[in-house]
C-alpha cells in the first residue's frame, strides 16, 4: 500500500508556500542528512537562494546515542554562511517526532544565534514527541506505526534529482526520528 | 602475551578499550577514521563543543609526563562535554608507595568513565584495563616502547586526507625506529590498512635488521630509503640516546640521518612529511622542511584532536 504523493508535487506546494514568505537573497537554506539535504538541493535551486546551501548531520546530537551508540557513516555538517543573525529555513524531508528538528536546532546554534528558523518538510507523519511543527509542509499522511517512510534518490544519470517516496516496515533498533 | 581473543574488542567484535594498533581488524581502524571526519569541523563552530559525553568523566591518568599529549586529549574530551580530571601520578600517589592498581581502584570507585593512560612501563595499560569494572574504557596514551595508538591514528588520518587512500603508498618511517613506540604503531596500522611498502631507516643500532620481521624494508642510508617515496615520517630522536653510546652526536646524526631540503627532493615531489612532535630543529629535521609547503605537521596536530574525540566517542557510546 503505496499512498505516498510524488515528490515533484510536494516541492511544487511547498515553493508556492515558501515563495511569498522568503527573501531568496537574504534566507539561507539547510537541509538535514541525507534526505532533507536532497530536498533542500532542488528548493535552493527553485527558489532562486543565493546563500550557498547549508547541511547539517545530527548525529553528534542525537538524544539516543546512549542507546543506539554512533552511526556509521556521520558526515560533517557543512555551514558555509554566518549563521549569527541569519534568517534560515530548515528542511527535511520527514516530520515524525521531531527529535531530529530539535537535534538540528542544537546543531544550528553551536554555530551561532540565528535571527530567526522556519521548518519545511515534504511530509508530516504525526505522532510528535516534541512541541515542533513544520512552518511550510507538503503534505500531511497517516502510516502505520511499525512503518517508515523512506526517501529515495536515482543514483546518477540525468535523473540524478529524481526523488521517490516509499513506505517500508521498520528496521533495526534506532529510534524514530 | 598468549591471548587468543583481543581483549581490546568485546564480543561483538567492538572496540572497547584503545590499547594497540596491533591485532586490530581493518574495519575498526577504517570507522575511527571516518568517525574523526565530522569531529573536524567541530573545531570551526563558534561552540566548539558537542554533548556526545555530557555526564562522563575522562581521567588523564599520566604516569609519565607529557604536557602536549595530555592537553591533546584533555580538548578532546573536552569538546565532547566530558568532565576531565587530570592526574599526575608523578607528584602523587605512586610516590607514597601505592600500588598501580590500588590507584585504579580508588579512581574507579570516584566513578570513572574512561582512563587516558600514559606509562613508562611497556603493557602498563593492558594491566589497568584487565582490572577496571565492566563499562570502564582505558585509552593507551604511550606506554614504555611499545605502543602510542592515537598518535598512529592522527597519522593515518593525515595520510588519508592528503593522500586519499592507502593502496599504492610508500612509507618511509625515519629515526629511532627502535625505541620509538610512535614507530611501532605506525607500522601496524599501515599494514592493517594496505600500504604495500613499508620502510624504515636509521643507523644500525637503532634500526636493526631485525625489524625486517614487522614486514617493513630496513634501509640505514638516508638517499636510497626516501628515494621515491609518498609519506615521509619522522620520529623525535631522544637526548638520551646520546648518553647511551647509541649515537655519536646530534651533529653527526643530522649529517645522515637529518631531512634536509635536498633529501626531501629525493622523495615524490608531492610527498608529504610528518612529525609526532615536538620536533628537534637541526636534529632530525632542516627547519625550512619542518615549516615547508610539505610539511604537514601542524595539520596533524589538528587532526590529532577530532581523531581522539573519535575514538573516546566510539568508546563511550559505541
Given at each position: 500500500m503505496n499512498t505516498l504523493p510524488p515528490v515533484d508535487a510536494l516541492i511544487e506546494t511547498l515553493c508556492a508556500q515558501i515563495r511569498p514568505q522568503i527573501d531568496p537573497a537574504r534566507t539561507a537554506l539547510v537541509g538535514i542528512h541525507s534526505g532533507g539535504v536532497w530536498v533542500a538541493d532542488i528548493l535552493h535551486r527553485a527558489l532562486g537562494i543565493i546563500t550557498p546551501l547549508g547541511t547539517i548531520d545530527v548525529g553528534l546530537h542525537r538524544d539516543d546515542l546512549e542507546r543506539s551508540g554512533l552511526r556509521t557513516r556521520m558526515r560533517a555538517s557543512m555551514i558555509p554562511f554566518e549563521v549569527a543573525g541569519a534568517d534560515i529555513l530548515l528542511v527535511d524531508d520527514v516530520l515524525h517526532t521531531g527529535r531530529t528538528i530539535r537535534a538540528a536546532m542544537n546543531e544550528l546554534f553551536d554555530y551561532g544565534r540565528p535571527d530567526r528558523i522556519r521548518l519545511a518538510t515534504l511530509l508530516d507523519r504525526g505522532g510528535r514527541h516534541m512541541p515542533i511543527a513544520a512552518t511550510f509542509l507538503g503534505q500531511a499522511v497517516s502510516v502505520g506505526d511499525e512503518d517508515e517512510i523512506v526517501l529515495d534518490r536515482a543514483a546518477t544519470g540525468a535523473h540524478a534529482d529524481t526523488l521517490l517516496l516509499r513506505i517500508a516496515p521498520r528496521t533495526g533498533q534506532r529510534a524514530p526520528d | 602475551m598468549t591471548m587468543t581473543r583481543n581483549p581490546q574488542l568485546d564480543q561483538h567484535g567492538a572496540l572497547k578499550h584503545l590499547l594497540s594498533i596491533e591485532g586490530l581488524p581493518r574495519d575498526v581502524l577504517v570507522n575511527i577514521l571516518d568517525t574523526a571526519k565530522p569531529f573536524v569541523?567541530?573545531?570551526?563552530?563558534?561552540?566548539?563543543?558537542?554533548?556526545?559525553?555530557?555526564g562522563k568523566s575522562v581521567f588523564n591518568l599520566?604516569?609519565?609526563?607529557s604536557t602536549r599529549t595530555r592537553t591533546t586529549f584533555e580538548i578532546a574530551a573536552k569538546r565532547l562535554s566530558a568532565d576531565v580530571i587530570n592526574l599526575n601520578i608523578n607528584a602523587s600517589s605512586a610516590s607514597k608507595g601505592e600500588s598501580l592498581l590500588d590507584t585504579i581502584s580508588n579512581l574507579s570507585a570516584m566513578d570513572a568513565d574512561m582512563f587516558v593512560v600514559r606509562h613508562a612501563q611497556s603493557g602498563a595499560p593492558f594491566l589497568i584495563a584487565s582490572h577496571v569494572r565492566e563499562g570502564i574504557s582505558v585509552i593507551n596514551a604511550g606506554d614504555g616502547r611499545h605502543q602510542h595508538p592515537t598518535q598512529a591514528l592522527l597519522d593515518m588520518y593525515t595520510i588519508r586526507h592528503y593522500k586519499q587512500s592507502f593502496t599504492g603508498l610508500t612509507v618511509a618511517i625515519v629515526g629511532d625506529v627502535l625505541h620509538s613506540r610512535v614507530a611501532r604503531s605506525q607500522i601496524h596500522a599501515l599494514s592493517i590498512l594496505g600500504v604495500p611498502e613499508i620502510r624504515v631507516v636509521g643507523p644500525k643500532t637503532l634500526?636493526?635488521?631485525?625489524?625486517?620481521?614487522?614486514g617493513v624494508r630496513v634501509y640505514n642510508r638516508m638517499e636510497a630509503a626516501l628515494t621515491g617515496v609518498d609519506v615521509v615520517s619522522m620520529l623525535r630522536l631522544q637526548n638520551e640516546r646520546m648518553d647511551g653510546g647509541l649515537l655519536p652526536s646530534a651533529q653527526e646524526y643530522y649529517k645522515s640521518y637529518g631531512l634536509t631540503a635536498a633529501r626531501l627532493a629525493l622523495a615524490k615531489p608531492d610527498a608529504i612529511v610528518l612529525h609526532p612532535g615536538p620536533m628537534n630543529r637541526g636534529v632530525e629535521i632542516e627547519s625550512s622542511v619542518a615549516d615547508?609547503?610539505?610539511?604537514v605537521i601542524l595539520p596533524q596536530v589538528t587532526f590529532g584532536i577530532a581523531v581522539r574525540m573519535a575514538v573516546m566517542s566510539i568508546l563511550a557510546v559505541g
Open positions: - | 569541523s567541530v573545531a570551526e563552530r563558534e561552540v566548539k563543543k558537542v554533548p556526545v559525553m555530557r599520566f604516569f609519565e609526563n634500526v636493526p635488521d631485525s625489524f625486517a620481521r614487522m615547508g609547503s610539505q610539511s
